[in-house]
């Protein structure tokens, strides 16, 4: 009989080996009885300032018939998933379009039931892309098919490698161990916060196309879809390459990424059914990590055993007579901050950390909740692009502001919130590097002034977040897709049966984990329609 035991708990100096004799006390069992723990979960708990602990959760064997209370901390552990059925192979292989976590989800789902896919991915391979990312830092020129979001593994492959996620489906855990199986670090099927790492990401990516290319799929790179293809009843029949070539299916996944803006716009000139949908824009905070270490830990910062510190902050402070949303965005410990353009002379950032997190600066997104409302009042419209027009204009302002060469503008973040340009931030892990700008006057109005209110509420839940070392960099806009491609029930796109519009760049997902759990759930639909 397998028990799983929670709440055991772990001061910093004390070792693992404890947690049997705790297991065995929570279960109110003798030790003997009870075998060696499998730790399934480990958290820090920072509640209690200067004094973390870390927190388990264990599975463990006990004899059957053990005489065990159920209840509280000590439950029967779940069974495992049953492996996925094998389904009737349909006469034309799906297309699945972008190779980002929803892609290649979405073809694992398909392959475990014996259906291979053509994958079509505009961008290209891990190395090449490597490059052509580093170019971007070191040059500043950007390459609008290889870059920080297009080519294998999307822009979750250089986006740090979070795995954590607010999604609750059961394929949430088997994303995780798969990406462990292809080569992440097992330390993802036991964190709290799984993190894989920018470095080591992209070959765990590498390692799932391989795999999915010698069970039988097709992968190719350079392939960007310019347009889907329908018939006169508008069923999906296949899609049109940039190129013209012409690739027939009668099942297209969809799922580009956030940033296939081209696409967009090609099917709302089409008609498709299409609508605007809130986001959140705003700058990247960088802090020197020891600062946000000292704030979080206390007096136990420094302690070998803890990871750098993160952090996690919301405000909904009053715009307008309205409440609005201000929160952390993707938070970076011992990251860096990098430019993840995809258009020439616009401007967006984002954070990313190794698997070790050892730079020596935290970033994160510091953003406020935008909508239909505000893209009218920027002078926008209300239509389902409205949100893109949005963005794009506040990367075409950031990169002038920058001076060109994907320069950012940036302020320290006390001189921002006394509305000064002030003295130029200090050192910075942006490449191509820092403009010294004014941000007071970057976004509209309104949202500046919400963000000022909460950068103020963040310094009284973290003291010392408003510091002059603390730098803003500009912008942050990117945080999801700014319009969703309306499906329904199954899946498949209102004004296109047959195509099935899958993750965050079709509004369906926020993050690799749900993105990579829409690619499942997808598969698990249409590998019902096929048995």
């Known amino acids: 009989m397998r028990l799983r035991i929670s709440n055991l708990s772990l001061w910093l100096d004390e070792d693992e080996t404890l947690l049997h004799e705790r297991a065995a006390s929570t279960a109110q069992l003798p030790p003997g009885l009870v075998g060696a723990p499998r730790v399934v979960r480990k958290s820090l708990d920072c509640r209690k300032k200067g004094h973390p602990r870390f927190l388990f959760v264990v599975d463990v064997e006990v004899p059957d018939g053990t005489d065990v209370v159920l209840g509280g901390d000590v439950q029967l552990s779940p069974d495992d998933p049953p492996p996925p059925k094998v389904a009737r192979r349909p006469e034309v292989r799906p297309i699945v379009v972008g190779t980002g976590p929803a892609g290649l989800f979405a073809a694992l789902g398909l392959m475990e039931r014996q259906i291979p896919t053509l994958l079509l991915e505009r961008g290209k391979p891990i190395s090449p892309r490597r490059r052509d990312v580093a170019v971007m830092g070191r040059e500043g020129r950007l390459d609008p098919e290889s870059n920080m979001n297009f080519g294998e593994g999307g822009a979750g492959a250089y986006t740090d490698g979070k795995l954590t996620t607010r999604v609750t489906h059961p394929a949430v855990r088997k994303v995780i161990e798969t990406f462990a199986r292809f080569g992440a670090p097992d330390g993802i099927l036991t964190d709290a916060k799984p993190h894989i790492g920018s470095d080591l990401l992209p070959g765990a990516v590498t390692g799932l196309r391989e795999w999915l290319e010698a069970q039988g799929c097709e992968v190719r790179f350079g392939a960007r879809v310019d347009d889907i293809l329908r018939d006169s009843s508008g069923r999906t029949r296949g899609v049109r390459l940039s190129d013209g070539t012409e690739l027939l299916s009668d099942r297209v996944i969809l799922a580009p990424g956030n940033s296939a803006r081209e696409l967009y716009e090609s099917f709302h000139e089409q008609g498709y059914v299409l609508e605007a949908k809130p986001f959140a824009v705003g700058f990247r905070a960088e802090h020197p990590q020891t600062l946000i270490d000292s704030i979080q830990y206390g007096n136990a910062a420094g302690h070998p055993r803890l990871p750098p510190a993160d952090y996690r902050l919301a405000e909904n402070p ?37 698997s070790y997190r050892n730079a020596h600066f935290a970033n994160s997104g510091i953003v406020v909740a935008v909508g239909l409302d505000d893209f009218e009042r920027d002078g926008h419209g209300r239509d389902a692009l409205s949100g893109l027009r949005f963005q794009r204009k506040w990367e075409r302002v950031a990169y002038e502001l920058g001076g060109g060469g994907y320069r950012a503008p940036a302020q320290r973040l006390t001189d921002y919130l006394r509305g000064r340009l002030g003295t130029a931030p200090g050192k910075t892990t942006y490449r191509p590097g820092l403009t010294h700008a004014d941000l007071s006057g970057f976004l509209p109005a309104h949202v500046t002034a919400t963000l000022k209110t909460a950068l103020r509420g963040f310094d009284r839940k973290m003291r010392g977040y408003v510091t002059e070392d603390a730098t803003l960099i500009a912008f942050e806009g990117r945080t999801s897709a700014p319009l969703r491609i309306v499906r329904g029930d199954d899946f498949q796109a209102l004004s296109a049966p047959g195509l099935y519009p899958c993750g965050e760049g079709v509004g369906y997902a926020g993050g690799i984990v749900s993105a990579a759990v829409d690619g499942l759930r997808i598969a698990d639909a249409i590998a019902a329609e096929c048995s």
């Not at 995809?342 to 990313?352: Q, R």
């Open 318 to 354: 009053i715009c307008e007579g309205k409440p609005r949303g201000v929160f952390s965005f993707c938070m970076c410990p011992g990251g860096i901050v990098v430019p993840t353009p995809t258009e020439p002379e616009l401007l967006c950032v984002n954070g990313m950390s190794n």
